[in-house]
């Protein structure tokens, strides 16, 4: 692969992965058109998908580092708890149990755990019919529709105000089980996140700042399980001057573009991105043909 296009696919890579597009069925896609075998696009996506990783966490450091806090404080309050169950069983002095979830940090903090592990879970079982169809653009351009499909439901659905801590257990269940769906490329992670929030009622601006936020833990565990196959994401396949270029600009142009995106996605129309969804599902047709 040459610096270029590495430059290239991270320049996509940075603002796909910022919108409801699906990044990875775009990198595939452009790696086509650029000369570039699937398995080979998809093999520069595991690191590209660092350099996302970083603007995401540097957008929104101040949040992550109270959700950091409240799973900390979760954990100790159910540490506590489990203590006073054990010193209660056996007193005659009951002593009142810590809430743990409490305020919206902690249920923000619960729900991105609850989603997180049911999304781990479906990319686990999924996972090889994934990887046994990231070659085919056919797959690609159904995956693209399927997006475009939810995206003009989400479009259609009426706005509620729901905040994290009228969210149940059960809502961050389907969240995180419409995020498993983004294993499939051309299925775009922040789409599915943005439709099953809308249809579940959330406020525009919770369900944008969770949308991004679920990708941090996500990346990270999808990329620990590349790594555990060193064939699939070997640099010196792909070059090390190349990893680190679209590494460093995918991070850069993916900062930039969640700056123009996080505000403008609480109020702008999912229409758009699902009429630029069926426009790249149609050209994967073709160029599949």
Known sequence: MTVIQALLLGIIQGITSAIPVS??????????????????????????????????????RRELKKIIR????MI???????RIFFRNAV?????????????????????LTVSTCVTALIGLLFRGAAES??????????????????????????????????????QAIIVGAFQGLSVIPGISRLAMVLTSEDLLGFSRKTAVGCAYMLA???????????????????????????????ILVSAFVCLITIRIMRRRLRS??????????????ILSVFTYM
């Open 268 to 281: 702008a129309s999912r229409k758009g991105f699902a009429v630029y969804c069926v426009a790249a599902g």
């Open 216 to 246: 941090v833990p996500s990346v990270i565990g999808a990329f620990l399980m590349e790594m555990r196959e060193p064939g699939v994401v070997s640099i010196r396949e792909i070059g090390v001057l190349p990893v680190i270029i679209g």
């Open 133 to 170: 169809t990231a070659s085919n653009l056919l797959i690609t351009a159904m995956g693209f529709f399927v997006t475009a499909l939810l995206l003009f439901v989400s479009a259609y659905t009426p706005g509620k105000k729901r905040d994290l801590t009228s969210i149940s257990t059960g």
């Open 23 to 60: 990044s990875s069925g775009h990198v595939v896609l452009a790696g086509s058109w650029m000369g570039l075998n699937a398995d080979l696009s998809m093999k520069l996506l595991v690191y590209l998908h660092l350099g996302t990783l970083a603007a995401v966490i540097w957008s929104f």
């Open 91 to 111: 007193s005659k002095e009951k002593q009142r149990y810590i809430p743990v979830i409490q305020g919206n940090v902690r249920h923000a903090a619960l729900f």
């Open 70 to 73: 409240a799973l900390i404080g």
């Open 76 to 82: 100790r309050d159910i540490l506590t708890d489990v």
